[in-house]
């Protein structure tokens, strides 16, 4: 079924494909492959927070806007594949764009935030989270796209 799913996408230029896994209705994996050659990213997926779980999810919205992209601690090789392959699944966003979402990581855990602001004066700035949020480790990172031939993905 995965390999039929790609070469859908393939077949109609989508150039990325995310995939989650779940258990019990908690995501706990994440696979993220650029088509149509690759790179891939495989990663676990911890205390995840859904977007209707955090607090400030009834009195904010999420924005259609492209997101601005916040990279911290991806100064390694390793890193800066691992934010290529991230950053390409978002457009280039509009400079007055009021969406930020964030991928820090810090001993190899990335953490996922997903805000929106509003700029109430020159140096207030308010912030709301409107998730999801995640913790992520890196599982795999291959040169390749994603194609299952076995149900190992180390």
Known sequence: MVKELVEACRANEVTDLVMVHEHRGIPDAMIVTHLPHGPTLSLTLHNVTLRHDISSHSTSTVSEQYPHLIFENFSTDLGGRIKAV?????????????????????????????????????????????????????????AKRYARSTSNMS
């Open 86 to 142: 991230l950053s390409a699944l978002f457009p280039v966003p509009k400079e007055d764009a009021k969406r930020v979402m964030t991928f820090a990581n810090e001993e190899d855990f990335i953490s996922f935030r997903h805000h929106v602001f509003v700029k109430n004066s020159h140096k207030d700035v308010q912030l709301a989270e409107v998730g999801p949020r995640f913790e992520a480790k890196r599982k795999s990172t291959r």
